[in-house]
């Protein structure tokens, strides 16, 4: 989740916000399900939600629409790495 003001142009890169007027970066705090999906590694949604389910990553909701912390995928992707 992100705020940009309508009168500047977003573009997207790698979980980013680059402003086009202003050339700055601004980090998404939190990830929707696909987003998250994606940062991950392009898992499936399917998977996704499975270790949603699992609480193997934690999430919160907002009305209808799920997300998780970008706190919460690291943690799951460092605890994961093989050595």
Not at 33 to 47: F, H, L, Q, R
Request: proline share 1%.
């Amino acid at each position: 989740m992100y705020q940009y003001s309508s009168i500047n142009i977003p573009t997207k890169q790698a979980g980013k916000e680059v402003n086009l007027k202003t050339h700055s970066v601004v980090e998404k705090v939190a990830y929707s399900v696909k987003d998250a999906s994606e940062y991950v590694g392009g898992i499936n949604e399917s998977t996704m939600y499975r270790l949603l389910w699992d609480k193997a990553i934690k999430s919160y909701k907002i009305g209808q629409r799920r997300f998780i912390l970008k706190i919460e995928l690291d943690k799951y992707i460092q605890e994961n790495m093989e050595e």
